[in-house]
């Protein structure tokens, strides 16, 4: 699929924003307070921590898009230390689920606006490079789609995949040099053919055809693999060659430094416990 975004405009991607951020927004404000402090699959978060951060990410992300002064000073601030990185998120973590959900709420709206009303290529600042207006609502979708995924892991939900899986897998798929870099890694000078089957029975192509390694299957399970909330082992993909197989045991579709994906088996079922 070259020129993923060719055929798409930013509204479309800014509506498909707001309805991933709807479906997540669907199933945790259906819980208790006590469901808010079961602990995810990831990295010990709270469900209330996996809300809290997605909302202040989209408040950062509201900033750089809509006041480009204020969101240099929220990241200097933020990553000032690793203990101001901590502290930055502690309100909404420590808040009441209806404050945090009123909070995101907000915020994302504000986002969902201001993207919208953005040329698609104007750039917007990062925490690294600056992005397109139209990469940085595909990256929102990414994140929040791989957050609900940890949501729904603990409560033992299985969410209905739509079409809104292109827009991460197209992130998977341009962050292949990324996954390597950020481990220090050369990266491989071999083509990769993908050939995912969309939910709705569309065929979704990246890739050379005559390319000698491939990837085949499922789009939700490349995503789930790219995003890191499963094993490649743990999914139906057909992966064909060494650096493909390679690639999906390192994939991170996400910025920061390098983090180990789950291992096999580690994310198929997960007890609910409480948060201490």
């Known amino acids: 699929m070259q020129g993923f975004f060719g055929g798409i405009k930013l509204k479309d991607i800014c509506r498909d924003l707001h309805n991933e951020q709807e479906a997540l927004d669907a199933i945790v404000s259906k819980l208790s307070d006590e469901q808010w402090d079961l602990i995810t699959p990831f990295i010990g978060w709270s469900i209330k921590y996996e809300i809290a951060h997605v909302a ?3 408040m950062a992300a509201r900033l750089a898009a ?21 502290e930055s998120q502690r309100e909404l973590r420590e808040a009441v689920p209806a404050y945090v959900m009123e909070y995101w709420r907000r915020e994302r709206k504000a986002l969902v606006d201001a993207l919208t009303a953005k040329d698609p290529k104007e ?50 798929v ?13 990266v491989p000078d071999v083509a990769v053919r993908l050939e995912l ?22 789009a939700e399970d490349f995503c789930l693999v790219v995003v890191q909330r499963r094993h490649v082992d743990d999914t139906r ?7 493909a197989r390679n690639w999906m045991l390192i994939a991170q579709a996400f910025a920061g430094p390098a983090v180990e994906g789950p291992k096999p088996r580690e994310r198929k079922t997960t007890p609910q416990t409480m948060c201490r």
């Open 56 to 58: 202040f990410w989209d």
């Open 66 to 86: 809509s006041d480009e002064a204020a969101f240099k000073k929220l990241i200097q601030s933020t990553f000032a230390s690793e203990e101001a990185y901590t």
């Open 123 to 172: 750039r917007i600042p990062w925490v690294g490079p600056t992005m397109s207006a139209r990469s940085k609502a595909t990256a929102r979708i990414m994140e929040t789609w791989a957050h609900a995924q940890d949501v729904a892991d603990i409560l033992g939900i299985e969410r209905e995949p739509t079409d809104r899986l292109r827009h991460v897998a197209h992130i998977g």
């Open 174 to 186: 341009t962050t292949f040099g990324w996954s390597h870099v950020s481990r220090g890694l050369e």
């Open 197 to 218: 089957i969309g939910p709705s029975g569309n065929l979704w192509t990246w890739g050379s055809e005559d390319a000698t390694d491939s990837i085949k299957g499922r």
């Open 237 to 243: 993909l057909e992966v064909k060659g060494d650096v």
